[in-house]
């Protein structure tokens, strides 16, 4: 089973509200990633978990609060975001922190709608 | 910094056809090469892996091939069908930094019945 899961499929929300996207993988890996990807545009990396630690935040701001509970399991959090952070958003997982011969495996993504 | 270019941004070619994509990097100190697919509005669907010491992989149709010291690599598409209409992403991985998957910009493939 290579399955990235996300929920949910689809989220709109206004600036002052909070909410959560959630994803999950069964596959024993220990990396998982959240990107954000804006119409015809490639994905951008925002944050990298390994071993349930945050390795990597590509200076994003703080209105995104990533948080890794268990080693399935990735949220990300929002709060006050404003309508450009309108986008698809992705996650990913690896079965370590990319390297040698990791292949990443991505969710269908939550597309995100700010008001 | 690694950059990523994928030529050409879009391609449209009747059904049947074999055809190229193109990706190429700057920095040719990479781990690997992934090349993906997406189609609209959904996540991106892994095709094929390349190691920095392999010089191609194959699944298939597809066919990648790998030239690290020219920094580039091509996605070969045997005998197009319409159902290969998507967006192809091609992404490195370096040995530098922060060992990050960089992303082409993308090409935007059609094919025509």
């Known amino acids: 089973d290579t399955e990235v899961t996300q929920t949910p499929k689809h989220l709109v929300m206004g600036m002052t509200n909070k909410k959560s996207l959630k994803c999950e993988q069964h596959m024993g890996h220990r990396a998982m990633y959240w990107y954000k990807q804006k119409a015809k545009k490639p994905p951008e990396l925002m944050f990298v978990y390994s071993y349930e630690k945050l390795s990597i935040n590509e200076s994003v701001p703080s209105r995104f609060s990533p948080e890794c509970p268990n080693s399935s399991l990735l949220n990300l959090h929002l709060h006050a975001l404003q309508p450009e952070d309108s986008a698809l958003y992705l996650c990913a997982s690896s079965s370590r922190r990319s390297g040698v011969g990791e292949t990443q495996y991505f969710g269908p993504g939550t597309r995100l709608l700010v008001l | 910094k690694q950059e990523v270019t994928q030529i050409p941004a879009a391609l449209s070619v009747p059904e049947g056809e074999n055809l190229v994509l193109n990706c190429s990097f700057t920095?040719?100190?990479?781990?690997?090469l992934q090349w993906f697919r997406q189609d609209p509005g959904k996540g991106l669907t892994s095709l094929l892996l390349?190691?920095?010491?392999?010089r191609e992989q194959t699944s298939g149709r597809l066919n990648a091939s790998l030239d690290k010291s020219s920094g580039r690599s091509t996605l070969y598409i045997a005998a197009s069908q319409p159902g290969d209409s998507a967006t192809y992403l091609c992404a490195v991985i370096g040995i530098q930094g922060a060992q990050k998957l960089v992303f082409g910009q993308g090409t935007r493939l059609t094919i025509n019945p």
């Open positions: 390349i190691q920095s010491s392999q």
């Open positions: 920095d040719s100190a990479i781990y690997n």
